[in-house]
């Protein structure tokens, strides 16, 4: 998508440590308009899969999960990070791994919100290595729903967690980052 | 708001331990449609306001905050909780005690995305005590930015931080629970 490659361009700043900083408009500051221009897309590209409700983890991806869920008229549903171990049996739990942080989160989702009735679109702000979406693909089976695909707004592809994913399950990202470096900058898909 | 003190009284569950379960529409589930019907009435109760920007905390704010911002065409930023000690000096940061969690969190925000231009509406779900408000209302005064009022979902009146903070600025609060008991129900303000 042309306007989010400009968007990072412009305003997204490449750090060491293979960090991209996109926090002015999309996961710290959140361009709200910006991110409904992604919500249609999101729309356009899964309008007719019979989507009944989107997912997401919190935190970053519940600004633009909500503005998306908007255009298909259906609620969403954030799975939360649990630091405790005793989960009850009410819920749906995954494991995943942040390469952010180096550690590895419960994340969890009430049983009460995720049905074999359900066709679920997964939307998150980052794919990398595919962890914390391969965390919610593994409750959406538990759950019975079925998966229309995953909704992403910025792919480090050479992550290589994209490739994995795309072996489960549909994945359509906005941008997606073949390289990136503080010194050569973003090198996008389709460049 | 009518709208809301009947939903709560329709899908809220009252439990042993002071807490009211409202996830499956405010914060685990979130009923998007339902939260813009919010959204409006903060924008109208605001709308004269001048307002720049939207502040909330992560996570469950972050929802409400989005579908609001849209009316008031302006960017959300959403205070991040942080595990380190220590902070950079390019954040601002306050200390924040959890009602349900019982322990401490300190909430950061960038001092790119708050400045002396900025008048600023905060953004919650829940008012109990008032911590994590008056956490943000700090932030806001470190950045010298005015702020014009909260605008909260569900205020627990009994617990005393919606008076405490009504002492420092505006506060609206959609629903305002006086009295609530697994045996008795909620009674609301203006029932």
């Known amino acids: 998508m042309r306007l989010l490659q400009e968007r990072i361009r412009k305003d ?9 900083k996109v926090d002015s408009f999309l996961n710290h500051q959140l361009d709200v308009p910006f991110l409904c221009e992604l919500g249609k897309e999101f729309h356009r590209l899964f309008s007719d899969c019979g ?6 983890v919190e935190a970053s991806g519940i600004g633009l999960a909500c503005l998306t869920a908007q255009y298909f008229g259906v609620p969403v549903v954030f799975a939360k990070k649990s630091k405790s ?10 494991s995943v791994e942040s390469y952010t942080h180096g550690n590895t989160n419960t994340v969890i989702v009430s049983k009460q919100y995720l049905s074999p009735d359900d ?18 693909l593994d409750i959406c ?3 019975g729903a079925a998966v229309a695909g ?25 941008a ?12 996008f898909f389709g460049d």
Do not use: H, W
């Open 85 to 94: 171990k005793n989960l009850s049996d009410s819920v749906f739990s995954s």
């Open 51 to 56: 989507i009944t409700k989107l997912l997401t």
């Open 119 to 136: 066709t679920v679109l997964i939307i998150d702000d980052f794919l990398a290595t595919g962890s914390a979406l391969k965390g919610l």
């Open 12 to 20: 997204g700043r490449v750090l060491p440590g293979d960090v991209l």
């Open 150 to 174: 995953c909704g992403i707004a910025v792919e480090k592809v050479y992550q290589g967690g994209g490739e994995e994913l795309r072996a489960e399950c549909r994945v359509e990202s906005l």
């Open 141 to 143: 089976r538990q759950a």
């Open 176 to 187: 997606r980052i073949l390289s990136m470096s503080v010194e050569n900058g973003i090198e």
